[in-house]
């Protein structure tokens, strides 16, 4: 579709910040910005589709709710939205270690959208739009700009592009297409063409998600229930954990069956995926059923967790079989499921086709390399998942504001955050398929807890200017508590008396031979902090609220000490090439002894850091052995 | 002058041959330490509170063993090649000590050198002229890519396949439990820790056969790689012979008869040549023979020298230009055999061939490019054999063929590496018994696929994320 348009106007409102869609980066970057002082404005096809949550209905998960927790320490908005609308909530692997504890919520969709849309319209400094965005003005380079569909141009310092799915959306099953975004929302079909004429190399993904059903036709007796947490955890650092404990609801775990696989596999040729009609590369880590039921062939049967979508709503969402497969046959398998034998269907499976980009165009700023001014940021960075997105939403919010106040960007590593690795893959892989967070991505996981997420990056959001004062101090006091408490500790030793042979014995732990540090007995797995209370006299009072917190801290430094160390020797070495920094002037032609494959990917990267250059496949050691003789050499010739 | 690069290292820094003496040197901050650790001087001296510049009498002893009588030079920081602390121990026993060393080194912290290092962090601490720079890199690009090369060749085979048969389940349980921890609703890990215990100890005597081979006699025996190439009847086994002074291959007149690739390890005035006979190269129906002429290809690609024999009596023919294509990029001596019959091959001829040879191939850029000698000799009256010892020599000392000392320092890498992952999956083990979470093992089985993979030379990349979604099926 080409774009035209009659006449052109002016807006004379004077905007910093333009932000393009209202999903979970748009919310998230236009917060910010209007939060550091910048004037903004947030564009969307609909209002009432802000934050929107068109797949799964939950927020968290392995490694997205690391995600969600440093959102909240940087200051971010997700953590205390999802606190105020979750209807059930789950710490995930609680019996493995700390590193990948994960919290899960289920959401209220629908709340969850409206209340992040109210906490958008009250905000200072933002206006909310319903419109759409068709063209980047840009001049020299520099973005001056956008034009809607009506013609309107907002001038602007700087354009935050966060489409998500919407740019020439295409929604598919069986053999009925529809050029709508998700949700049958209207699709943005203009702007790529403008993104495509300032250079920007454009790639198509596709997702894909399950039906949503009518709970009253779901018999719940055929399947297992799913409680959430008797003790929820709040994701916001600044929730107060009394605040949470609410009535919950359960989710329903059932299965596939051989029937319903071969309902599937009669059936494949009839897929969009098979008969060529979808295009885009799917995600390997959440394929439809009809991949797996491919892939995994000697799979008798797949988990299938039926979740609500809310407390006003009976639509439930089908969680492990997304499909693109056609309505009858969507039919037909669903109703081979134990409990769904009679179910009716309120949407259809689809699959979705969407234009993103090839994110190795950005900096890790996520500002493009070659539009000064212009940022994007979530699933039209080629990332899968809201809170993906609302990463970084964040991380382009806050960099697009210190661009215009001439600040440095911030610009986490792969050491301080799971943010950090998610970014630096993005901007540093070629990756052929929708990116997604993972625990196993993470290097330095045991650093990176969701525990200490508020320790490693609450400072920093501080520093920002997103973080208060107020909360900044009760983090500093948590820190002395711990500190403290670790410090007099080392300092405790028990002799074999009778009192803490005893205790040993109740708790189920070897008795003493000699005389034992207070430390070395809580290291023992069977043993915490909290059991040695009564053989342990002199401890501090901690304030309530803050008590479980600073006795998990303890926990977790004196037991993985060892382990802790360990990788925080790893990450100094890591540091060291992450700080050698690489002129953005740098001329690779004149770095003589590098190979020709190294000049040209660290040509068409510009990494940062020599850290950066040494993860960029087709750079070899030596090659940064080169780099770093060369940059050594540069220096000396300007001193 | 501080020290930039806070890790110490260690190399062999002479030519490892079987004469003599032999060096290896250690630098970096924790060099005077490490080798406290291991020397024992006179009236317990400790080399740490020695002067720089010094050298110091006494022996290397690893667990109360001596390995060897030798002489310490120390240099501190600035005033040392590299500008750190350095270490130069001077041993005596020869090869097999030399490296025995080094290898105690490493056990005691050091880190075996990256190609060009020393000279990297000589330069990077200032201690090089900033006109050197270039050479600098030069010289880091074009070791690595020996030793790149080396590595390979040497893990050709068996060796190489156990290891990657190794990575291969060591990532597979992995990555079954990186699954788990990212999908914990659809996979369930726990209880996973005796099964895995099962395989880490299954893994663990496969590593320790593979470090109990590194220490065989045959890595004392190497030196310089030769192969002694040619058509057949040129002669090529007559060479051997004459340079081994004995009969040991088949010498006949009926052209063909060296079908196999005859080994055999000669020192010539010190200088060790391991130098391997092959069949005459030749376009052939014969399977046997065809074999015989594949493998001498492949040891021609592999060698450090190459002698080339032709008959000088016969013109040159294709045979003899596949030949020229094979070896013009590579240390080559040229030997007109035969110099006892009427000869109609000149000099001018093979310079010529050459010539035609180097346009004809792609050389890559950084590949060795060297300059070939020729020598008119007569393998079976023995003349010219002196003149081919000297031309070696002289190659030997005039730098030509500085026998790379990379081989054996490969080979002590990958003996430190294969320690490593050895000792990471001790670790795992270790956390399975302490039965920490599952996510620990992770970690440590992790650093022992890396550490393997420094071996064949790959790198981890994706391979996590690729094998946890080929193998696994992830919810959603």
């Given at each position: 579709?080409?774009?035209?348009?009659?006449?052109v106007?002016?807006?004379?409102?004077?905007?910093?910040?333009?932000?393009?869609?209202a999903?979970?980066?748009?919310?998230?970057?236009?917060?910010?910005?209007?939060?550091?002082?910048?004037?903004?404005?947030v564009?969307?096809?609909?209002?009432?589709s802000?934050?929107l949550?068109?797949?799964?209905?939950n927020?968290?998960?392995?490694?997205k709710?690391?995600?969600?927790?440093?959102i909240?320490?940087?200051g971010?908005?997700?953590?205390?939205?999802?606190?105020?609308?979750?209807?059930?909530?789950?710490m995930?692997?609680?019996?493995?270690g700390?590193?990948?504890?994960?919290l899960r919520?289920?959401a209220?969709k629908?709340?969850?959208?409206r209340?992040m849309?109210?906490?958008l319209?009250?905000?200072?400094?933002?206006?909310?739009?319903?419109?759409e965005?068709?063209?980047?003005?840009?001049d020299?380079?520099?973005i001056?700009?956008?034009?809607?569909?009506?013609?309107?141009?907002?001038?602007?310092?700087?354009?935050?592009?966060?489409?998500?799915t919407?740019?020439k959306?295409?929604?598919?099953?069986?053999?009925?297409?529809t050029y709508?975004?998700?949700?049958g929302?209207?699709a943005?079909?203009?702007?790529t063409?403008?993104?495509?004429?300032?250079?920007?190399?454009?790639?198509r993904?596709?997702?894909?998600?399950?039906?949503?059903?009518?709970?009253?036709?779901v018999?719940?007796?055929?399947?297992e229930?799913?409680?959430?947490d008797?003790?929820?955890?709040?994701f916001?650092?600044a929730?107060?954990?009394?605040?949470?404990?609410?009535?919950q609801?359960?989710?329903?775990?059932?299965?596939?069956?051989?029937?319903?696989?071969d309902?599937i596999?009669?059936?494949?040729?009839?897929s969009?995926?098979?008969?060529?009609m979808?295009e885009?590369?799917?995600?390997?880590?959440c394929?439809s059923?009809?991949?797996?039921?491919v892939?995994?062939?000697d799979?008798e049967?797949?988990?299938?967790?039926i979740?609500?979508e809310?407390?006003e709503?009976?639509?439930?969402?089908?969680?492990g079989?997304?499909?693109?497969?056609?309505?009858?046959?969507?039919?037909?398998?669903?109703?081979?499921v134990?409990?769904?034998?009679n179910?009716?269907?309120?949407?259809?499976?689809?699959?979705?086709?969407?234009?993103?980009?090839?994110?190795r165009?950005?900096?890790?700023?996520?500002?493009?390399?070659?539009?000064?001014?212009?940022?994007?940021?979530?699933?039209?960075?080629?990332?899968?998942g809201y809170?993906?997105?609302?990463?970084?939403?964040l991380?382009?919010?806050?960099?697009a504001?210190?661009?215009?106040?001439?600040?440095?960007?911030?610009?986490?590593?792969?050491?301080?955050?799971?943010?950090?690795?998610?970014?630096?893959d993005?901007?540093?892989?070629?990756?052929?398929?929708?990116?997604?967070?993972?625990?196993?991505?993470?290097?330095?996981?045991?650093?990176l807890?969701?525990?200490?997420?508020?320790?490693?990056?609450?400072?920093?959001?501080?520093?920002?200017?997103?973080i208060?004062?107020?909360?900044?101090?009760k983090?500093?006091?948590?820190?002395?508590?711990?500190?403290?408490e670790?410090?007099?500790l080392?300092?405790?030793?028990?002799?074999t008396?009778?009192?803490?042979?005893?205790?040993?014995?109740?708790?189920?732990?070897?008795p003493?031979?000699?005389g034992s540090?207070?430390i070395?007995?809580i290291?023992?797995?069977?043993?915490?902090?909290?059991?040695?209370?009564?053989?342990?006299?002199?401890?501090?009072?901690?304030p309530?609220?803050?008590?479980?917190?600073?006795i998990?801290?303890?926990?977790?430094a004196?037991k993985?000490?060892g382990?802790?160390?360990r990788q925080?020797?790893?990450?100094?070495?890591?540091k060291?090439l992450?700080?050698?920094?690489?002129?953005?002037?740098?001329?690779?032609?004149?770095?003589k002894?590098l190979?020709?494959?190294?000049?040209?990917?660290l040509?068409e990267?510009c990494?940062?850091?020599?850290?950066?250059?040494s993860?960029i496949?087709?750079v070899?050691?030596?090659?940064?052995?080169?780099l770093?003789?060369?940059?050594?050499?540069?220096?000396?010739c300007?001193? | 002058?501080?020290?930039?690069?806070?890790?110490?290292?260690?190399?062999?820094?002479?030519?490892?041959?079987?004469?003599?003496?032999?060096?290896?040197?250690m630098?970096?901050?924790?060099?005077?330490?490490?080798?406290?650790?291991?020397y024992?001087?006179?009236?317990?001296?400790h080399?740490?509170d020695q002067?720089?510049?010094?050298?110091?009498?006494?022996?290397?002893?690893?667990?109360?063993?001596?390995?060897d009588?030798?002489?310490?030079?120390?240099?501190r920081?600035?005033?040392?090649?590299?500008?750190?602390?350095?270490?130069?121990?001077?041993?005596?026993g020869?090869?097999?000590?030399?490296?025995?060393?080094?290898?105690?080194l490493?056990?005691y912290?050091?880190?075996?050198?990256?190609?060009?290092?020393?000279?990297?962090?000589?330069?990077?601490?200032?201690?090089?002229?900033?006109?050197?720079?270039?050479?600098?890199?030069?010289?880091?690009?074009?070791?690595?890519?020996?030793?790149?090369?080396?590595?390979?060749?040497?893990?050709?085979?068996?060796?190489?396949?156990?290891?990657?048969?190794?990575?291969?389940?060591?990532?597979?349980?992995?990555?079954?439990i990186?699954?788990?921890?990212?999908?914990?609703?659809h996979?369930?890990?726990?209880?996973?820790?005796?099964?895995?215990?099962?395989?880490?100890?299954?893994?663990?005597?496969?590593?320790?056969k593979l470090?109990?081979t590194?220490?065989?006699?045959?890595?004392?025996?190497e030196?310089?790689?030769?192969?002694?190439?040619?058509k057949?009847?040129?002669?090529?086994?007559?060479?051997?012979?004459?340079?081994l002074?004995?009969?040991?291959a088949?010498?006949?007149?009926?052209a063909?008869?060296?079908?196999?690739?005859?080994?055999?390890?000669?020192?010539?005035?010190g200088?060790?040549?391991?130098?391997m006979?092959?069949?005459?190269?030749?376009?052939?129906?014969?399977?046997?023979?065809?074999?015989?002429?594949?493998?001498?290809?492949?040891?021609?690609?592999?060698?450090?020298?190459?002698?080339?024999?032709?008959?000088?009596?016969c013109?040159?023919?294709?045979n003899?230009?596949?030949?020229?294509?094979?070896?013009?990029?590579?240390?080559?001596?040229i030997l007109?055999?035969?110099?006892?019959?009427?000869?109609?091959?000149?000099?001018?001829?093979?310079?010529?061939?050459?010539?035609?040879?180097?346009?004809?191939?792609i050389?890559?850029?950084?590949?060795?490019?060297y300059?070939?000698?020729?020598a008119e000799i007569?393998?079976?009256?023995?003349s010219?054999?002196?003149?081919l010892?000297?031309?070696v020599?002289?190659m030997?000392?005039?730098?030509?063929?500085s026998?790379?000392?990379?081989?054996?320092i490969?080979?002590?890498r990958?003996k430190?590496?294969?320690?490593?992952?050895?000792?990471s999956?001790?670790?795992?083990?270790?956390?399975?018994?302490?039965?920490?979470?599952?996510?620990?093992?992770?970690?440590?089985?992790?650093?022992?696929?890396?550490s393997?993979?420094?071996?064949?030379?790959?790198?981890?990349?994706e391979?996590l994320?690729?094998?946890?979604?080929?193998?696994f099926?992830?919810?959603?």
């Amino acid at each position: 579709m080409k774009y035209s348009v009659n006449s052109v106007w002016e807006n004379k409102d004077k905007y910093d910040v333009v932000v393009i869609g209202a999903g979970h980066a748009g919310c998230e970057a236009a917060l910010a910005c209007a939060r550091l002082g910048h004037r903004t404005i947030v564009f969307t096809v609909s209002v009432d589709s802000i934050a929107l949550m068109p797949c799964n209905p939950n927020i968290g998960g392995s490694s997205k709710g690391h995600l969600v927790r440093e959102i909240d320490a940087l200051g971010g908005e997700m953590g205390k939205i999802i606190d105020r609308t979750f209807i059930q909530s789950k710490m995930l692997n609680k019996s493995k270690g700390p590193a990948v504890h994960s919290l899960r919520a289920q959401a209220d969709k629908a709340l969850y959208s409206r209340t992040m849309r109210q906490v958008l319209e009250n905000e200072k400094n933002l206006e909310v739009k319903q419109t759409e965005v068709v063209k980047i003005l840009v001049d020299k380079n520099r973005i001056t700009g956008v034009q809607t569909l009506s013609g309107a141009v907002y001038r602007c310092q700087a354009i935050i592009l966060c489409t998500g799915t919407y740019l020439k959306a295409r929604c598919i099953y069986g053999d009925v297409s529809t050029y709508t975004g998700p949700n049958g929302l209207q699709a943005a079909n203009y702007l790529t063409d403008s993104l495509k004429e300032l250079g920007i190399k454009m790639y198509r993904f596709k997702t894909g998600t399950p039906a949503r059903i009518d709970k009253n036709t779901v018999d719940f007796s055929k399947m297992e229930e799913q409680l959430g947490d008797e003790k929820v955890i709040p994701f916001s650092f600044a929730t107060n954990p009394d605040d949470v404990q609410i009535d919950q609801v359960s989710c329903w775990l059932t299965y596939t069956n051989k029937e319903t696989h071969d309902i599937i596999r009669r059936n494949l040729d009839r897929s969009p995926l098979f008969s060529g009609m979808i295009e885009g590369t799917g995600p390997r880590y959440c394929p439809s059923i009809e991949d797996k039921v491919v892939k995994f062939a000697d799979k008798e049967r797949h988990q299938v967790f039926i979740e609500p979508e809310g407390l006003e709503t009976n639509e439930m969402y089908i969680g492990g079989m997304s499909s693109s497969l056609p309505e009858d046959v969507q039919y037909e398998m669903y109703r081979t499921v134990p409990g769904l034998e009679n179910v009716r269907i309120v949407r259809n499976a689809y699959a979705i086709e969407y234009d993103c980009i090839d994110a190795r165009q950005l900096k890790p700023s996520l500002e493009f390399k070659n539009i000064e001014g212009l940022f994007s940021s979530g699933q039209f960075n080629g990332s899968s998942g809201y809170e993906e997105a609302a990463a970084q939403g964040l991380i382009a919010g806050i960099n697009a504001s210190r661009k215009i106040n001439d600040l440095s960007p911030v610009i986490l590593d792969r050491s301080e955050a799971y943010i950090g690795v998610l970014i630096d893959d993005l901007v540093t892989k070629e990756s052929h398929e929708p990116y997604r967070m993972m625990t196993s991505r993470a290097e330095y996981r045991l650093l990176l807890r969701q525990d200490n997420a508020d320790q490693r990056l609450s400072e920093k959001g501080y520093e920002i200017g997103l973080i208060s004062k107020e909360r900044y101090e009760k983090l500093k006091f948590k820190e002395k508590l711990i500190e403290n408490e670790i410090k007099r500790l080392e300092h405790v030793t028990v002799g074999t008396t009778g009192n803490v042979q005893a205790l040993l014995e109740k708790c189920g732990s070897t008795p003493l031979l000699s005389g034992s540090t207070i430390i070395d007995l809580i290291k023992r797995p069977e043993l915490s902090y909290e059991l040695l209370e009564e053989i342990d006299t002199g401890r501090p009072e901690f304030p309530t609220e803050l008590k479980d917190e600073v006795i998990e801290q303890i926990n977790i430094a004196i037991k993985y000490d060892g382990y802790i160390k360990r990788q925080k020797k790893q990450v100094e070495h890591f540091k060291k090439l992450e700080n050698k920094k690489i002129p953005e002037n740098i001329n690779y032609d004149e770095v003589k002894s590098l190979r020709i494959e190294a000049v040209q990917k660290l040509k068409e990267y510009c990494p940062i850091s020599i850290g950066q250059a040494s993860r960029i496949s087709g750079v070899s050691p030596a090659d940064i052995s080169v780099l770093l003789v060369y940059l050594e050499e540069k220096t000396r010739c300007n001193n | 002058m501080n020290q930039k690069y806070s890790d110490t290292i260690a190399a062999i820094s002479t030519a490892v041959s079987s004469s003599g003496i032999g060096i290896v040197r250690m630098t970096g901050k924790e060099a005077f330490e490490i080798a406290d650790k291991i020397y024992v001087g006179k009236k317990e001296k400790h080399l740490g509170d020695q002067k720089s510049h010094t050298i110091h009498y006494g022996f290397i002893e690893d667990s109360g063993r001596t390995i060897d009588e030798v002489l310490v030079m120390l240099m501190r920081a600035p005033h040392s090649y590299t500008g750190e602390d350095t270490v130069e121990i001077n041993c005596h026993g020869g090869v097999y000590v030399v490296k025995k060393v080094l290898e105690i080194l490493i056990k005691y912290g050091a880190r075996p050198a990256e190609p060009g290092e020393f000279t990297k962090r000589a330069f990077l601490n200032g201690k090089l002229d900033l006109s050197q720079a270039e050479a600098v890199g030069d010289l880091i690009s074009s070791q690595n890519e020996y030793a790149r090369q080396s590595s390979v060749n040497q893990l050709k085979g068996s060796v190489k396949k156990e290891i990657n048969e190794i990575r291969k389940e060591i990532i597979y349980h992995t990555a079954f439990i990186e699954t788990a921890l990212d999908d914990p609703e659809h996979i369930n890990v726990d209880g996973y820790g005796e099964t895995l215990k099962e395989v880490v100890d299954h893994l663990l005597a496969k590593i320790k056969k593979l470090l109990s081979t590194c220490d065989n006699g045959r890595i004392i025996k190497e030196g310089i790689s030769t192969v002694i190439v040619g058509k057949p009847n040129a002669g090529k086994s007559s060479l051997l012979n004459a340079l081994l002074g004995e009969e040991r291959a088949i010498v006949t007149d009926i052209a063909g008869t060296t079908r196999d690739v005859l080994e055999e390890h000669i020192n010539l005035q010190g200088i060790s040549l391991n130098i391997m006979d092959t069949a005459g190269i030749r376009n052939t129906e014969d399977i046997i023979e065809r074999i015989g002429v594949d493998k001498a290809r492949d040891h021609i690609e592999k060698a450090d020298l190459i002698l080339y024999v032709i008959d000088a009596s016969c013109a040159l023919d294709e045979n003899d230009r596949e030949i020229f294509e094979m070896i013009c990029n590579k240390r080559s001596i040229i030997l007109l055999n035969k110099s006892d019959l009427k000869t109609i091959v000149k000099r001018k001829d093979v310079i010529d061939e050459l010539e035609l040879a180097k346009n004809k191939i792609i050389i890559y850029e950084n590949e060795f490019n060297y300059a070939i000698r020729i020598a008119e000799i007569s393998a079976k009256n023995e003349s010219g054999i002196k003149e081919l010892e000297e031309i070696v020599k002289e190659m030997f000392f005039g730098g030509e063929i500085s026998f790379n000392d990379e081989i054996y320092i490969t080979n002590v890498r990958h003996k430190a590496a294969l320690k490593s992952a050895y000792e990471s999956l001790c670790k795992v083990n270790e956390s399975i018994e302490m039965n920490m979470p599952e996510d620990f093992y992770s970690i440590d089985l992790m650093d022992a696929y890396e550490s393997l993979g420094n071996i064949t030379g790959e790198t981890i990349g994706e391979d996590l994320v690729n094998e946890i979604f080929s193998k696994f099926c992830m919810g959603k």
